[in-house]
C-alpha cells in the first residue's frame, strides 16, 4: 500500500519534470526570439513566392502590396505572430502533453505526410533496428566479459582486456564509422558503405530484409565497438566492488559454492547500478545516434532531430523533445519500480 | 589435542615486498577451550584466524606450517574436500566488522540458513526452522528472521553472524574482534552470550582481539601476540598476574586501572615494519629489558613455569 503511495508520488514528480523540460525548451525558443524569427521567415518565404505568382496577374503595384499586405496579416494570424510568443507557445505544450503532435511545418515523412506522429513512426523502426540492437548486443558482451574480467581482476588476461577496452572507450564513434567505411565497404567491399537498402531494393520479402541486415551491420559493428568498452569496464568495476566485501568472504568461509557466491553474493548486489546503465541506455537509444545514422546514411531519430533543428521546425523539435523526455521518464520509472524489487535498503 | 597448530609462517606479496605476517606461530587446542590471541592491529591476528579457514588473500603465501584437526591436515586437503568436510561444518568464523558481513539484499534468516541448505543439503523448511531456534539460542526474536541486514542494529547483526558461525554445530569458532564495533554495554552482552554459548556447547574459541583486558574475561589460555609471532602463551591467570615476556608487561602496564594510585603507561616507539622487521628479536628497538644478543639472534621458545615465551631473558 505505502509503495504504491510512494511510488504514484514519484510518478508525479516525473510528470513534473516532464512539464519543465517543455517550459524550457519553449522559453528558450520564445524568449530569444528564435521562434519569432523562424516564422518570420517562413512567412516571408511564403510572401516572396506569391508576389512572383501574382505579379503575373496584378499589373497595379498598389493593388499588389495591398493583396500582399492582406496575405502577410492571414499568415501572421495562422502562425500566432500577432501575438507575444507566451501567448502562442504554451498552447503548443497544452497540445503536446494531450499526445497530439500536431504537424511539421516543413519537414515531411517519406510518404509525404507531414504529421510529426507519421514522421516518427517511420524514423522509430530504423534507429531500433540500429542503435537498440547495437546497444543490446554491447550490452550484454558487456556484461559477460565485465563479470570475466572481475574474477580473473589483475592477471594479464585483466589487463589486456582493461586497455582494450579503454581504446574502444575513448574511439570516436564516427572517425570508426568512416575508417570503418572505408576499410571494410570500399577497400574489402564487405558491407555497403551507407543507405538501407540496396537500389533497386529486393522484391523478395526475405531477401529485403536480409539486405536490410546486412546493411545495418556495419553502423551496428561500430556502434558496438565503439561502446563496448564502456561497458566492460563500468560492469567490471561494480562487479570488483562488491567483490571485495566482507560479507562475500563470509559468504566462501560459510563453504557456499564459488557458483552460488557469484550469483547471490556479487551479481546480485551489483545489479541495480548495471541494471541502471542498461535500461536508461535503452530509452537513450530510442533517440538514435546523430553522428552515427549522419555518417552511415541512415534515416533514424538521430537524423529526424537533425534536420529539424536545420530546418527550424519548431513544432518537430518541440514535439520531439517531448517524446525523448517522456521516454526517459518512463524508463526511469520502471527503474524505481525495479530498484525496491531488487534492493530492499531502497524504500523512498 | 582437537587443534595443533605448528609453525605457521605466512608472508603477503606487497608492491614494496615481501611483508611476514606470521612467523612460526605454533600453538594446541584442546575442546572446549578458549585461547584469547592478543595484540595491537597489524600484528598478524586476523591472518591466522583466516590461515585457519583457508581464505587468505591470493597475495598470501603460506611458507611453512601444519595444522591438524582431529587428525586431519587442514592445509594439506583439497580445496573442494576442505569446503566440504571442515570449512564452516567443524571451523567457523565471526568476523571482524559484523556491520558488513551479512549480504544487503537477502533476509537474514535465509544467509543463517544457507550452509544448512547448500552444506547438509536440509529441505528449506527444516533449514529455516533451524535457523529460528538458531536466532533464539543468541536472545534474538524469532521475527528477525524476515529482516534485512540494514533493518537491524549493530549488536542485533553482531548475534545474527554468531548464529551464523554456530549454525552447523562446529567444534572451533574463531572471533575476530567479535565486539570492537560496538558499545560497551552491548560488547557486555554478547562477551556474556559467547560465554553461555561456550559452556552450553562445549565450544573452543578462538578469540582474536587487541584488548586484553576482554580476552582475560572469556579466555581460559592466552596468547600474545607481537609482529606476528606468540611472544607468550600460557593459562590466563599466569600470563595476567605474573607475565614474563616484556612485550606482555608493559602491555599489563599501560591499561588504566581504577584501583591503582598509578597512572597507565605507554609502549615507546611503534610496531615494527613488517615489510623490513628489525633484525634478531623484532621487539628489541622498544624493548627496557634489551640485551646484546637481541640484536643479533631470532630469540627461541622457552618454559617458564607455565607459560611459554619467546624471549632471550629465560635462556639459561
Redesign the interface.
Known sequence: MIVGKKLALRGITLLGVLFSVLLLVVVTLGATGLSDNMLKAIVSDQLRELRTSLAQTIRDPLELEKVLEQRRNQLYDFYGLDEPWYNRLPDLIIRVLSLDLGSARNLKSFSGSSKVSDIVLERLPNTILLVTTALIISGLLGLYFGVKLAIKA?TKFDRFFSYLSSISYALPTWWLGIIFILLLAFQLRIFPPTGMYSSPPPSDNLLKFLDLLWHASLPILTLVVASIGGWIYSVRTMVLNVAQ???V?????????ES?IMK??II??AAPPILTGLILGLAGSLGGAILTETVFGWPGMGRLYYDAILALDENVIIALTFLFTLIYIIARFILEALYMV????VRY | MMLELKDLTVNYLTDRGRLKALNKVSFSLSEGEALGVVGESGSGKTTLGLSL?R?LP?NAELLEGKAIFNGLDIFGLLEEEF??KI???KI??V???AM???????KVGHQVA??LI??ENLPKPEAYRRAEEALEQVGLNRQVFHC?P?ELSGGMKQRI?IA?ALILSPKIVILDEPTSALDVSIQAQIINLLKKLKWELSLSFIFITHDISLASDISDRIAVVYAGEIVEIGPSEDVLLNPKHPYTKELLESIPRITLDKLPSFIAGSPPDMVDPPKGCKFHPRCPEVMDICYREEPKDFTVSKQRVRCWLYND
Do not use: C
Not at chain 1, 531488487?342 to 535498503?345: F, G, K
Not at chain 2, 558488513?100 to 537477502?106: K, R, Y
Open positions: 589483475g566485501e566482507d560479507f568472504t563470509l559468504g566462501r568461509a560459510k563453504g557456499l559454492k552460488t547471490r553474493y546480485r548486489v531488487l534492493d530492499p535498503r | 579457514m581464505l591470493k569446503r566440504r570449512r564452516w561444518k567457523s568464523m568476523f571482524q566488522g558488513n558481513s551479512l549480504n544487503p539484499v537477502i544457507e550452509p547448500e552444506h534485512y540494514h553472524v551464523m
